[in-house]
């Protein structure tokens, strides 16, 4: 028995220890970075990164956050308010189309995503961060944040996954916040544009929309993604159509 409590005192000191060290680097709490909007032909990419204090954690299981791919418009805004109770802090980036299109002059959507997510961790300075991997090597993607961000030299555990947004709640909560502020941004494209769908390539209405815009000899929007190659393929299209025409 004495053995035991002195391996539990000792474990209970190097925890304080710890614990300790964190806040002398200025580290706190979980983190959590996901994005919405990498894939579509419209609209903007969101990234969003929360911090949630590590007693408040069980919260979002107690809520119900989960993918948010998974969740109804309503449930995700419903979750939305929730979230923001709970949270420390709130990061979010959001890279619009024309954005994009600049930026991948020079480089690519991955190397995008890596940057803003860094600075987002920079900022939140976590004990433990979550991450929803955006590289086909999942591990590479969490030290490129870690390296970037300067987190990994703090000390702060990184976990880095796909669908991390489908396992981890931090993840979750990260990912509806993310998805709501992308659907805002859809509904005032809507407004303006008219009806285009979702903006995903596999969205018939959205197709439509671009190639009526293309058909007609009008100048795309900033909207759209133009250097997206569902979107170059309408256009190769149409001007293959015309071609054929003459």
Not at 25 to 54: F, S, T
Not at 84 to 101: G, L, N, P
């Amino acid at each position: 028995m004495q053995v035991q409590s002195l391996h539990s005192l000792a474990s209970t000191i190097v925890k304080s220890l710890e614990c300790v060290l964190h806040s002398l680097k200025g580290l706190y709490g979980i983190a959590g970075i996901d994005e919405a909007g990498r894939g579509p032909m419209i609209g903007p990419m969101v990234i969003c990164g929360i911090l949630v204090g590590p007693d408040r954690l069980h919260e979002l299981v107690e809520i119900g956050a989960k993918d948010s791919k998974t969740l109804t418009h309503r449930s995700r805004l419903l979750l939305k308010g929730k979230i923001e109770k709970i949270t420390a802090k709130i990061e979010m980036r959001i890279i619009t189309a024309d954005d994009i299109d600049r930026l991948r002059k020079r480089t690519t959507l991955n190397v995008i995503e890596e940057i803003e997510f860094a600075s987002i961790a920079k900022i939140l300075k976590p004990k433990e961060i979550y991450l929803d991997a955006a590289d086909v090597n999942a591990e590479r993607f969490g030290r490129t944040i870690g390296e970037l961000s300067g987190i990994a030299s703090k000390g702060t555990k990184i976990v880095s996954e796909h669908k991390a947004d489908a396992k981890y709640p931090i993840v979750s909560a990260a990912s509806i916040i993310a998805k709501v502020q992308r659907d805002l941004a859809i509904e005032r494209y809507h407004e303006k544009y008219g009806d285009f769908g979702s903006g995903y390539p596999n969205d018939p209405k959205t197709v439509k929309f671009v190639r009526n815009l293309v058909r007609d000899g009008k100048k795309l929007p900033p909207i759209i993604r133009k250097s997206w190659e569902s979107v170059r393929k309408i256009i190769d299209e149409e001007a293959t159509d015309q071609t054929k025409l003459s």
